[in-house]
């Protein structure tokens, strides 16, 4: 009970959306964070808080299906009941953001940026006060802090995907990137300047090499190794990284790396579809997965299920309400598939009563099987190792490499192998798309690539399509904490 006491209040401070905002709190609150974090016991709980709050933040249905629904790969299913039914219309949480008018003053991701932010300062406090602990092995504060860091990078990153532009949007990287903090605010108040995007990426990849350097065999945490950063998963992370850096030569080595020395193995052909289909548990292939949250009883109140909607108990079903309307695969993704990949069949079709023209008319909607029951968030897992392999192999000018990946990936699936290495990019992008959908990539796939979007079935935008470059490819810093931060600049045309 002592402990839980300290841990409700350092959420409270740990959830403070501004310098000052902490330093007004009352002077007994102060202790209680250190109390906290003096010893083992009160360091790893706090570790253990900080990866829920990394699973809610990016299994929110903000971030969840951000850059699948603005790159194209979903569309939104109708109302089912009541006198809206047969109705479809842009959900709430992304109003503005769907259709690339989000506002500063209100921004769909107000929430998602105060909350990366709230994670990389428990991050730093972590880190800050595990190299005292008196009661931890050297091993075991080394495992701690490469935890930590690999979060404040990951978090940090994902910031960079949402608010700043692509690597090569300007020579050598100098466009706004993001803030990046290394320090608590229990530091002291600080009004940081937005880094370079070349800033940002290199103190991404400073925090992960220094992790994978710190990183033992087991972590600290009780629980399923594929829920918390390992070695492994650090460098997937690293291998991403550098692939949006276009640093081709370190994507290829160290996604290599985990392929050859994870000890990891892609699922077969025969298990690809019953692998997804599994309740509770990951694929086998997983790196690393947010594992959903549950109470006493096993049971969950949300996970990615609310997003996609897909139900095996007591038989397979969706439901879908009002309040709680689905994502589901667009055309434009569900007819890249060959009739007999087996990637066609993680898909269940149900016919939903769609309001045309005035009339209620069935229509078909195509549920992905990725996310059911109680899935986690897929961070990381194999076969993108694998792609990030062929992609940069294919820039670096060795196209048969590619070729031979996205082969593996296709064999796998049961479609058709390349026979040719012509246009061998387009081909790792399209294998992207397929294979990693609903995973979080499209959107920052085509940017990265500098390329913009074009959005055909189910579009209810009124913007549709986009050139590259634009502006609206990211979103604008809140007011809020523009207001706060008078050296913080605003994204162009925000």
Request: net charge negative.
């Amino acid at each position: 009970m002592k402990y839980l006491k300290y841990i409700t209040i350092a959420i409270l401070i740990l959830s403070a959306q501004s310098c000052s905002d902490f330093l007004e709190q009352e002077p007994g609150t102060q202790t209680s964070i250190d109390e906290l974090l003096q010893n083992k016991q009160g360091v790893l709980m706090a570790l253990k808080g900080l990866y829920t709050n990394i699973e809610s933040n990016v299994r929110g249905e903000r971030f969840g299906v951000y850059a699948d629904l603005q790159g194209g790969n979903l569309k939104v299913t109708p109302y089912e009941t009541t006198a809206n039914k047969g109705e479809i219309t842009i959900p709430t949480a992304l109003k503005n953001t769907y259709s690339f008018e989000d506002q500063a003053d209100v921004s769909d991701f107000k929430t998602f940026y105060d909350g990366s932010y709230s994670i990389i300062n428990q991050a730093n406090l972590i880190l800050e006060y595990t190299p005292k602990l008196t009661d931890a092995t050297e091993t075991e504060k080394n495992q701690i802090i490469a935890e930590a860091l690999t979060i404040r990078a990951y978090a940090h990153f994902l910031l960079s995907l949402i608010y700043s532009q692509n690597y090569g949007y300007t020579l050598n990287a100098t466009h706004l990137g993001i803030v990046y903090n290394t320090q608590s605010i229990k530091s002291g108040i600080k009004y940081p300047e937005r880094e370079t995007v070349a800033n940002t990426y290199s103190f991404i990849i400073n925090d992960l090499k220094t992790a994978i350097n710190n990183y033992t065999t087991t972590s600290g945490l009780e629980g399923p190794a594929y829920s918390y950063f390992s070695s492994n998963s650090a460098k997937a992370l690293l291998a991403r990284v550098y692939l949006y850096k276009r640093d081709w030569q370190n994507a290829y080595d160290t996604a290599n790396d985990v392929i050859i020395n994870s000890g990891m193995s892609l699922m077969s052909s025969a298990n690809l579809v019953s692998e997804w289909e599994k309740p509770d548990l990951p694929v086998s292939e997983i790196l690393l997965e947010f594992s959903t949250p549950k109470d006493n009883s096993g049971t969950t109140s949300s996970s990615m299920a609310s997003i996609f909607g897909y139900s095996t108990s007591p038989a397979p079903s969706f439901t879908i309400s009002d309040t709680g309307r689905k994502y589901v695969a667009s055309n434009d993704l569900f007819n890249l598939y060959e009739t007999n990949d087996l990637r066609k069949k993680l898909f269940l079709n149900l016919q939903l009563s769609t309001l045309i023209a005035g009339n209620q008319v069935l229509q078909p909607y195509n549920f992905t099987k990725k996310y059911h029951d109680n899935p986690g968030y897929v961070a990381f897992r194999l076969s993108e190792m694998y792609l990030i392999r062929a992609e940069a192999a294919a820039q670096n000018n060795k196209p048969d490499l590619a070729m031979a990946d996205i082969n593996i990936i296709r064999s796998r699936a049961n479609a058709t192998l390349l026979t040719s290495s012509a246009n061998i990019l387009e081909n790792v992008l399209l294998e992207r798309r397929k294979e990693l959908c609903f995973e979080g990539h499209l959107l920052f796939d085509l940017l990265r690539n500098q390329r913009g979007i074009t959005r055909n079935d189910g579009c209810i935008s009124n913007i549709c399509s986009l050139n590259y470059p634009s502006p609206k490819f990211i979103l604008p810093i809140p007011t809020y904490n523009i207001n706060l931060n008078s050296n913080l600049k605003q994204n162009e045309s925000y």
